[in-house]
């Protein structure tokens, strides 16, 4: 293992790093774009565990606590029938320490902490650091333990050596390392307890022979506190734009999206009938349990977005009307937070990423089988998001995107979401409340999108 520049405090040293690090991580956690946290103050960061994954760098489960409101779901209950909620968020961390010089790039700093065993030390998120990352890479390359994490490998795919680590930069829920075009090593952040779906789905789908979506090559996981996966690296499609980037330019420059939303249509319904060879299907008893969650989320979603409650009334017809309605195709696995920044067109091909499904919901939750049109809704309410990212904006491109969409998943699928009217408005629906409670959270100068959609579906009904 390589030698750090200069000497670190063993691990054995560190018997309470939380001396050092609690004020400063306090502070740094709530401005990360991953922390789902940010309406309530962190009262407390109790340390779930700690592992030297080598000198000069901390592998840290972190548990966030918030004064007098419980944890997990980022503030939302839990809908009925579905796991409690954790007591409090839990966060990976992978922090540099070194005493000199500052780690570059500059932003990568989180502090020098002023007291405890740490003091004087400049402490950084490892991640954005290329020499950690390419220790990190090295440690999957070379499956093994370190203390409760494991790093484990599909034996039949090679991982070459010294592929050069770049940090992507977007806006995400976790954190991704590129490392030499080859591979893309995706850490999570929020963590829940179990296999993560972004893990257990593509891994599913690969063994189907589905090619849409990239398959995992290697995965960390801890034991301990609980069983529960931390990072996954799949191959790097080069060369791809995803479908958020390729919609704003068609719109920018004039051009029909028409021809792109209809394959992104048979993509779909190809990975969701790969889902439903991989995983059981449900029966139209879950489409019940369903209406039930959505009436529930509405709810929450109202009483924290001031902004929705005028509408929560007519809203909450859209659900009644999903347990009387023709339940439509078989409830399924399905994506879960399917939108066009989670497709990516290589070639002339659209390929499915990031099976994690809405990050604010139990993992228990994101795996019970639901209607398809789940999917469907996201892209929909995907391409209403675009059309308004322009002023004026373009109803009419929003809709014949919307249209071409449903007229390749309906090639594919064998049927088609248009002709499941109540089905459709409700999953649109609830999706549009699902983003009025992202947006007010992480992006407030946002927030009129969604809202824009809940008027249209309450008013209009559609
Ligand atoms: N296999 C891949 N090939 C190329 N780019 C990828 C791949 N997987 C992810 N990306 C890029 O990384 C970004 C974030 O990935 P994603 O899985 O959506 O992470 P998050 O859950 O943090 O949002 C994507 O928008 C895409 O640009
Ligand atoms: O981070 P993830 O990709 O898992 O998804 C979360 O963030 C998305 C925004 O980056 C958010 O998507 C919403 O905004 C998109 C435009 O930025 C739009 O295309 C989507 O239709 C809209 O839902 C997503 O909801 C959230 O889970």
């Known amino acids: 293992m390589p030698k750090t520049a200069s000497p670190l405090p063993g691990t054995a040293a560190l018997v309470d790093p939380m001396a050092s690090l609690g004020s400063l ?7 990360q774009r991953w922390f789902a946290g940010k309406d309530r103050p962190v009262t407390d960061l109790r340390l779930l565990s700690m592992t030297e994954l080598f000198p000069g760098c901390l592998h840290l489960l972190v548990q966030a606590e918030h004064s007098g409101v419980p944890g997990g779901h980022g503030g939302v209950p839990a809908p009925a029938g579905t796991t409690a909620a954790p007591p409090a ?8 320490v070194r005493r000199e010089p500052a780690p ?3 932003r990568a700093l989180i502090g020098r902490p002023a007291a405890g065993p740490l003091a004087g030390f400049a402490v950084y998120d490892a991640l954005c650091d290329p020499r950690s ?12 333990a370190s203390g409760p994490l494991r790093f484990e490998a599909d034996p039949a795919v090679p991982i070459p050596a010294g592929l050069a680590p770049r940090v992507l930069d977007a806006e995400q829920s976790n954190s991704s390392i590129v490392y030499g075009d080859e591979f893309i090593l995706k850490v999570f952040r ?5 296999v993560n779906p972004d893990l257990e789905v593509p891994w599913a789908l690969a063994r189907q022979g589905c090619r849409r979506v990239p398959a995992p090559v290697a995965w960390l996981r801890t034991t301990r506190p609980e069983a529960a996966t931390l990072g996954v690296l799949q191959p790097f499609l080069r060369d791809a ?6 919609a704003l330019r068609a719109l920018a420059t004039g051009d ?4 792109q939303a209809h394959q992104l249509g048979q993509a779909t319904a190809e990975v969701h009938l790969a889902l439903a060879e991989a995983f059981p299907t449900g029966t ?5 349990r369903t209406a039930a969650a959505m009436t529930e989320r509405l709810e929450a979603a109202a009483h924290n977005v001031p902004a929705l409650r005028p509408y929560t009334a007519r809203l909450r017809t859209a659900f009644a009307a999903l347990a009387g309605c023709d339940a439509g195709p078989p409830a399924q696995r399905v994506h879960g937070d399917l939108h066009l920044g989670q497709v990516l067109r290589a070639g002339r091909e659209w390929f499915v990423i990031d099976f994690e499904g809405e990050p604010s919901r139990p993992l228990a939750e994101r795996r019970i089988p639901e209607s398809p049109v789940r999917d469907v809704a996201g892209m929909l309410r995907s391409f209403d998001y675009a059309a308004r990212q322009r002023r004026p904006w373009r109803p009419e491109w929003a809709r014949r995107c919307r249209e071409a969409y449903c007229a390749g998943y309906a090639s594919r699928a064998g049927w088609d979401p248009r002709k499941k009217h109540a089905l459709l408005r409700a999953y649109e629906t609830d999706r549009a409340v699902y983003e009025v409670l992202y947006e007010a959270r992480h992006r407030p100068d946002w927030l009129a999108v969604p809202m824009a959609a809940i008027e249209r579906l309450a008013v209009r009904g559609g």
Do not use: K
Request: charged residues 25%; glycine residues 8%.
């Open 25 to 31: 991580l306090r502070e740094w956690l709530p401005r």
């Open 89 to 96: 968020d839990c966060y990976q961390l992978l922090l540099g």
């Open 104 to 106: 570059r790039p500059h």
């Open 133 to 144: 990352a390419q220790l990190l890479l090295e440690r999957l390359r070379h499956p093994g």
């Open 190 to 194: 929020r963590i829940q307890p179990g």
């Open 241 to 246: 734009a995803d479908g958020w980037t390729l």
């Open 256 to 259: 029909d999206f028409t021809a």
């Open 284 to 288: 139209h008893r879950e489409m019940a």
